[in-house]
């Protein structure tokens, strides 16, 4: 009896120091002192099971997560299908039948950056994992749903199908912290004239399902299960970062930007403000066509709304948001002849500067290597890049022929900030809109419960990422440009 307790007694003093060995190889003393450095709002959050997950990999070698593209989509295909099929299509590369086409560039550009830039922990390659993996079963659950909705009775893909959905947008978009996400918010209150989709129904979009609970007791059940574990998953992402929510709101229930819809083609800005990935985003700012891009993004918009039983016969108009816009403006307005746009605009140092304080706090999520000066320096080309862009758009749209010319209407974070309703009042105007006063009243009620403009409130100096405006301003003429075009001011 006595050598059994001491067996059991040795045994627990090896796993202890065994923890205490993977403890301080992920979160050695060194460590956390420079992360102790960057400040509360952006110190990444370190409990003790996660420097130990981190140790593991530091130990191990992260490698064994793997982020081989084959790899990811076969994991992808057995969670929505079986072990058989996914072998059949993977050996033949017949993939159209799972998740369409056009994805392969992106994704492979992505891994690379992932791997050569991201300087991933271990908890960051499971991250980066289960994000593609999520990404690839939603297009396989989208494809899944317009194969058998659309194509001929016994069809593989969708070669030759068009989709007889229409889809009448109303685009917001613009430089990030400009005010989109809570103009979308504000602009989302109005559920007379628009429809959007919520954070679940582009990152765990399941249409089948949510066709089924317009007249099954069952599948409402089942849906409702469902939107918990997009919940539940969502949750677990946001313990990572725990105070994201100060800075800009998650919620699976809420509206959600298009990024997450384009993420599934793998040309979008998400992977820019997740992970630290300068040489993927350099790709995909300098992609001479984002066609593909907007037409999935149009495709799972016809899926949803087919998917909406009270949306087949008078559809209302789609509330959509996301500055990837700005790069994708001549193929958004190729694909979608009837849209009404809406820029938004801010002096593009003070976006700079907020952008910079959002990445560094989520790659904290995904990388123990914080640099501000460098994700600063990063972040500045960027936007520089995606300023250069959208001004090329609006060039684009301004040549059109007057009677193929959307509407874009203009708007400035100063305004919104200040009075938000006349700027809702001059959009209504603008578009030849009623804004009706149950409307208003919903929208003056929203404002009342998101006192805090709007999900915005931390701190961040240019200073502090090796950023000087004044410089900046005096010598990049893309800046220059910008603020000439808009009549902002942009010197202070």
Partial sequence: MASCKLIVAALVVVV????????????????????????????????ALLCIANGFGNIFGGDIVSLHPDSLKYWACIVEYDHKRCDSHLKRKSLGELWGNNLDEGLEQLLRSLTFDAELSFIGRLVAKGQIEMLLRARIRLMRYAIQHFAPLGAQDLTGVTLPVE??????????????????????????????????????PNPELQSR???????????????????????????????????????????EECTVSMGMEFDSWMFGTTFNVPGYMQWATERSSHKDTIEWHKFVLQILQHSRDDEREQPRAWILKSPWFLVTLPDLLKTYPNAVLIQTHRKPTASLASISSVVTKLTGGSSDVIDKEKIGGEQYK???????????GRKYHEDLPEKNKQKIIDVYHSDLITDPMSVVKSIYKSAGWILSPNVEDNMRTWLLSNKKIKYGHHKY?????????????????????YCSTYNLTCTS
Avoid at 240 to 250: I, T
Wanted: some cysteine; charged content about 25%.
């Fill in 16 to 47: 202890a120091v065994f923890i205490g060995v993977l403890y301080r190889a992920g979160c050695p003393e060194e460590l956390i002192s420079q992360h102790n450095k960057l400040g509360d709002t952006h110190k990444p959050y370190r409990p």
């Fill in 167 to 204: 889809i009448k947008p109303v685009v917001i978009y613009g430089i990030p912290r400009s005010g989109t996400t809570f103009l979308f918010n504000l602009l989302s209150q109005d559920k007379e004239r628009f429809q959007f989709a919520s954070n679940w129904e582009y990152s765990h």
């Fill in 213 to 255: 609970a317009s007249y099954s007791a069952n599948a409402t059940e089942e849906l409702y299960r469902w939107i918990k574990f997009a919940e539940s998953r969502l949750h677990e992402y946001t313990q990572l970062v725990p105070d994201f929510g100060n800075m800009h709101a998650l919620d699976a229930r809420l509206p």
């Fill in 382 to 392: 960027i936007l520089h890049d995606v300023l250069k862009q959208g001004l090329k």
């Fill in 461 to 481: 100096t240019m200073q502090e990422y090796g950023l000087d405006a004044s410089q900046i301003m005096k010598h990049d003429k893309v800046f220059q440009e």
